[in-house]
């Protein structure tokens, strides 16, 4: 495999991606703690907030324009630093688009430790986020830098969308469809990179489906008979999919086997591998995970994603625009993966 870095990244972080993520009960109860879940002062104009684990706020400015905003940052996942670049910002610009806006303006958030890694890595870091910003027509405006122990590269986004047009991860119906739009595994696959147990063609793979952009999520925000949308990022397909149970007061039956994987993250959960966060996502959620299913399912299943597809209930009457506006945009995989139940919790079949 070609290199374009003097040091692996992955050998200056203790985990990257999503997976740096701390475990959903344990961020609920420190949020909770601070008083920032559903605060009693707020203002009218924020029409989404911190109290739904949503992927963005949303501050509505007139009856025409809102602005959703969002920040996010991770260490790296990859040893190539263009790639880091390019997947962190994909993975933040994700955010709006899972809300239903398109990004306008980026700030860049860089924390590097200056004695490990070389001014041209961090500079090539950079570069990639400047090409995925660029493709997604966002630009780079500016940003804040530090010297620490460990390298984090991201993004603050500000997008724009119509009030009319954001969609949260609550509003979702029984009898919705449950759409995914990317494969699952690519925690599992970034661990094994980080081992170089990847062959060249699967770490080929695993980058281009973590700097594929979500942007069919603002044509999906105008699309009649899309309920909720969000995006599967580090708490696993599960955790992303139990948060959009909650807020929309529904159960979800799952197809486990209708579920996209990388071939490659399947061997790797059938052979035993797993991911330290995809054991945390378990044991903050799991007791609301009903069904039949193996060990090396629920590995994939609750396996951390970075840059992971948008995860979209909507009426069965849009199942096909929904679909056919994911694979416009670059998804191959796109396909319903479940349907939404009365009842609380996932049930696996």
């Known amino acids: ?24 009960r344990q961020l609920r109860d420190i949020l909770d703690q601070a ?12 029409l989404v907030g911190s109290d739904g684990a949503d992927d963005a706020a949303v501050w509505q400015l007139n009856n025409d324009c809102a602005i ?34 398109r990004p306008l303006l980026a700030l860049a958030l860089t924390a590097m430790p200056r004695n490990k890694i070389s001014s041209k890595d961090i500079a090539n870091i950079l570069a990639g986020g400047r090409e995925t910003c660029r493709a997604a027509g966002v ?37 919705d469809t449950v759409i995914l739009g990317k494969s699952l595994g690519v925690g599992l696959m970034s661990a094994a990179h980080k081992k170089s147990e990847l062959t060249e063609s699967d770490y080929a793979q695993m980058v281009e489906s973590m700097t594929q952009l979500n942007s069919a999520g603002t044509e999906l925000a105008t699309i009649d008979g899309v309920h909720a949308m969000t995006d599967v990022t580090g708490f696993g397909l599960l955790g992303h999919m139990l948060e ?50 193996e060990q090396w399912q629920r590995t994939l299943l609750t396996d951390p994603q970075t840059a992971g597809g948008l995860l979209i209930a909507c009426a069965p009457t849009a199942t096909k625009k929904v679909i056919a506006s994911l694979r416009k945009n670059g998804s191959t995989v796109a396909c319903v993966v479940a349907h939404m139940e009365e009842g609380n919790g996932i049930f696996i079949s």
């Open 35 to 46: 008083g920032i879940i559903a605060p009693m002062d707020t203002p009218e104009a924020l």
């Open 244 to 293: 959009m149970c909650k807020a929309s007061n529904c159960q979800a039956h799952l197809n486990s086997a209708a579920v996209p994987c990388f071939e490659r993250a399947r061997q790797l959960a059938q052979d035993g591998a797993a991911t330290g966060a995809s054991t945390r996502n378990w044991q903050s959620y799991g007791n609301d995970i009903h069904g039949n299913f």
């Open 139 to 175: 630009v780079i405006a500016g940003g804040h830098s530090i010297d620490t122990a460990e390298p984090l590269y991201g993004l603050a986004v500000l997008g724009q969308a119509h009030p009319n047009h954001i969609l949260t991860n609550g509003g979702a119906k029984v009898g």
């Open 68 to 101: 959703a905003a969002t920040a996010d940052f991770f260490a790296p996942m990859v040893d190539s630093p263009r790639d880091f670049g390019r997947i962190a910002a994909t993975n933040a610009l994700s955010d709006i688009y899972a809300m239903g806006a």
């Open 1 to 24: 495999m070609t290199t374009d870095y003097k040091t692996r990244l992955t050998t200056l972080a203790t985990t990257g991606g999503c997976g740096c993520k701390i475990a959903p």
